[in-house]
């Protein structure tokens, strides 16, 4: 099949612009790859035929293919080398300065009918684009590190661009092997905007104490089934990489609440302690490896109180059977007994404040995330409020352990961890469906493949319940007046009809 775009340039020759010329290669195109300093063209050179060398023991591809590859990728020793290309791509430095005076000399070299995109992951592509003569034929095209492995590419229009230029860019993101998904230049496109709800809000969880690092990283991977937790894959990214990101977004929308960076990230970047590559972020490596603080052990208390639930309680049915296949004996009165361990499961709002407003004795209520079902996670998680006793504190962790399921106890704040990350992540991925930044299908496959989420955002919503969603967020923005948890009118309308998040409007 003959490549969209028969002859490629690459600017830049560092992981980015080496792995986009790796893949247009291997789609047939001739690749000229250029670089302020030869020496970086030279190395990305012998990169990529090792890397292809290793492909051909894998078997991935044949000896002929691979030299075909070598044979079409070339080093541009100017940019004037570039001339007869017919897109080139940029994958430099990400500053606004730097790339727009680049755009400028690029379209005063290329043909009229030349395509220049922008490997950007954060800047406003017409921002980029303003000031040149021909904006039609100039759009966003942003990889994730490593190209080859991450297998989807943001198509990005700016104000000016030509909608055929992105309907071409799409088709030849499929001939390199990546899926094409549509976004509107807006900030942080859709990988980058969707992502701000796992990061930002894992630091809220972290900076108001409700828990350190590594439980809220066991929690999110055991209830959820994230691969990675937030601060394991801040550690991966580093924080010299996802920090200015949330600070990019952030300002760009006007200093949006939701997008609100957070002084951990600041002080740590400032630190040095910005990840595994540093040998020390949120955790420590030794030989690469990140040295994780044990789980607390199980507490083993006296004689098992009887236990009570609240009449509010969410799945408040699977619990009580939880109850009863742990042995736990059940009170069922209307209140609960002097001796009783008391259970909540709140969505949204903290234990105390439940606590209060069912006037139940605080020294011996606990709460319990049910959001998701129990027999879908790996891990139980109970809150505590401040006057909560340390002996029903220990029962409660004992009693839901039986089983050996893991137990992680949390100070109270509004909301369990799973629920204001889940809840958050929806959230923002609705506003975005608001907007009109990109289609419904086109979230979820982006943030399936960019950032490797269990289930979409929008999935993740349907999942476990839209109407539940909306509670977390109402309660939650009672308990903090914080608009940082104002539901979008795109998830409330949803939520109001029972209309599935995955549904495209008419």
Same mark, same amino acid.
């Given at each position: 099949?003959?490549?969209?775009?028969?002859?490629?340039?690459?600017?830049?020759?560092?992981?980015?612009?080496?792995?986009?010329?790796?893949?247009?290669?291997?789609?047939?195109?001739?690749?000229?790859?250029?670089?302020?300093?030869?020496?970086?063209?030279?190395?990305?050179?012998?990169?990529?035929?090792?890397?292809?060398?290793?492909?051909?023991?894998?078997?991935?591809?044949?000896?002929?293919?691979?030299?075909?590859?070598?044979?079409?990728?070339?080093?541009?020793?100017?940019?004037?080398?570039?001339?007869?290309?017919?897109?080139?791509?940029?994958?430099?430095?990400?500053?606004?300065?730097?790339?727009?005076?680049?755009?400028?000399?690029?379209?005063?070299?290329?043909?009229?009918?030349?395509?220049?995109?922008?490997?950007?992951?954060?800047?406003?592509?017409?921002?980029?684009?303003?000031?040149?003569?021909?904006?039609?034929?100039?759009?966003?095209?942003?990889?994730?590190?490593?190209?080859?492995?991450?297998?989807?590419?943001?198509?990005?229009?700016?104000?000016?661009?030509?909608?055929?230029?992105?309907?071409?860019?799409?088709?030849?993101?499929?001939?390199?092997?990546?899926?094409?998904?549509?976004?509107?230049?807006?900030?942080?496109?859709? $990988?980058?905007? =969707?992502? @701000?709800?796992? %990061?930002?809000?894992?630091?809220?969880? +972290? /900076? *108001? &104490?409700?828990?350190?690092?590594?439980?809220?990283?066991?929690?999110?991977?055991?209830?959820?089934?994230?691969?990675?937790?937030?601060?394991?894959?801040?550690?991966?990214?580093?924080?010299?990489?996802?920090?200015?990101?949330?600070?990019?977004?952030?300002?760009?929308?006007?200093?949006?609440?939701?997008?609100?960076?957070? $002084?951990?990230? =600041?002080? @740590?970047?400032? %630190?040095?302690?910005?990840?595994?590559? +540093? /040998? *020390? &972020?949120?955790?420590?490596?030794?030989?690469?490896?990140?040295?994780?603080?044990?789980?607390?052990?199980?507490?083993?208390?006296?004689?098992?109180?009887?236990?009570?639930?609240?009449?509010?309680?969410?799945?408040?049915?699977?619990?009580?059977?939880?109850?009863?296949?742990?042995?736990?004996?059940?009170?069922?009165?209307?209140?609960?007994?002097?001796?009783?361990?008391?259970?909540?499961?709140?969505?949204?709002?903290?234990?105390?404040?439940?606590?209060?407003?069912?006037?139940?004795?605080?020294?011996?209520?606990?709460?319990?995330?049910?959001?998701?079902?129990?027999?879908?996670?790996?891990?139980?998680?109970?809150?505590?409020?401040?006057?909560?006793?340390?002996?029903?504190?220990?029962?409660?962790?004992?009693?839901?352990?039986?089983?050996?399921?893991?137990?992680?106890?949390?100070?109270?704040?509004?909301?369990?961890?799973?629920?204001?990350?889940?809840?958050?992540?929806?959230?923002?991925?609705?506003?975005?469906?608001?907007?009109?930044?990109?289609?419904?299908?086109?979230?979820?496959?982006?943030?399936?493949?960019?950032?490797?989420?269990?289930?979409?955002?929008?999935?993740?919503?349907?999942?476990?319940?839209?109407?539940?969603?909306?509670?977390?967020?109402?309660?939650?923005?009672?308990?903090?007046?914080?608009?940082?948890?104002?539901?979008?009118?795109?998830?409330?309308?949803?939520?109001?009809?029972?209309?599935?998040?995955?549904?495209?409007?008419?």
């Amino acid at each position: 099949m003959t490549p969209t775009y028969i002859t490629v340039g690459v600017v830049g020759a560092g992981a980015m612009g080496r792995g986009i010329a790796q893949i247009a290669a291997q789609a047939g195109s001739t690749v000229k790859l250029y670089d302020t300093q030869p020496e970086a063209i030279a190395k990305a050179r012998d990169e990529l035929f090792a890397q292809w060398d290793r492909l051909i023991e894998k078997g991935r591809i044949d000896e002929p293919e691979a030299r075909a590859c070598k044979t079409r990728l070339q080093a541009a020793g100017s940019l004037q080398a570039l001339a007869d290309c017919d897109l080139v791509v940029e994958a430099v430095v990400e500053r606004l300065d730097v790339k727009k005076a680049l755009f400028a000399e690029l379209e005063s070299i290329v043909g009229p009918a030349a395509v220049l995109v922008t490997n950007t992951s954060s800047l406003s592509v017409t921002a980029i684009a303003a000031g040149l003569k021909r904006p039609r034929q100039f759009a966003g095209y942003h990889f994730f590190n490593p190209v080859p492995l991450m297998k989807v590419v943001e198509v990005i229009a700016g104000l000016k661009t030509d909608p055929a230029v992105c309907i071409d860019l799409a088709a030849y993101a499929r001939q390199m092997g990546h899926t094409p998904v549509q976004a509107q230049d807006t900030p942080g496109f859709i $990988v980058n905007h =969707a992502g @701000r709800g796992y %990061g930002t809000e894992g630091l809220r969880v +972290a /900076g *108001e &104490g409700v828990a350190d690092f590594a439980t809220i990283d066991r929690i999110l991977k055991d209830q959820v089934g994230f691969k990675l937790g937030p601060f394991e894959l801040m550690d991966l990214t580093a924080l010299d990489v996802s920090h200015p990101v949330m600070e990019s977004v952030y300002r760009q929308y006007y200093d949006e609440p939701r997008y609100r960076p957070s $002084v951990i990230t =600041a002080q @740590r970047l400032a %630190g040095g302690l910005v990840g595994k590559k +540093a /040998g *020390e &972020g949120f955790y420590r490596y030794v030989d690469g490896k990140a040295q994780i603080p044990p789980e607390p052990a199980v507490p083993t208390p006296g004689e098992t109180p009887p236990v009570w639930v609240s009449t509010r309680a969410a799945r408040r049915t699977e619990l009580y059977q939880l109850l009863k296949d742990l042995g736990a004996r059940i009170e069922t009165g209307q209140s609960p007994s002097p001796q009783a361990l008391t259970l909540v499961a709140p969505l949204g709002f903290d234990v105390t404040t439940v606590a209060v407003v069912e006037r139940l004795d605080p020294a011996r209520t606990v709460g319990i995330d049910m959001l998701i079902d129990d027999a879908a996670t790996r891990r139980r998680v109970l809150a505590t409020n401040p006057a909560t006793r340390a002996d029903m504190r220990d029962a409660a962790h004992s009693l839901f352990a039986r089983d050996g399921k893991a137990v992680s106890v949390i100070r109270d704040s509004g909301g369990f961890v799973t629920q204001r990350v889940v809840a958050t992540i929806v959230n923002i991925a609705a506003d975005i469906c608001q907007q009109g930044i990109c289609s419904p299908k086109d979230l979820e496959t982006a943030v399936t493949l960019g950032l490797g989420y269990p289930l979409g955002p929008l999935a993740m919503g349907d999942r476990w319940g839209p109407t539940n969603v909306l509670e977390v967020l109402f309660n939650m923005q009672t308990v903090y007046g914080d608009p940082r948890y104002r539901p979008s009118p795109w998830l409330r309308r949803r939520g109001a009809i029972g209309l599935s998040l995955l549904q495209e409007e008419k």
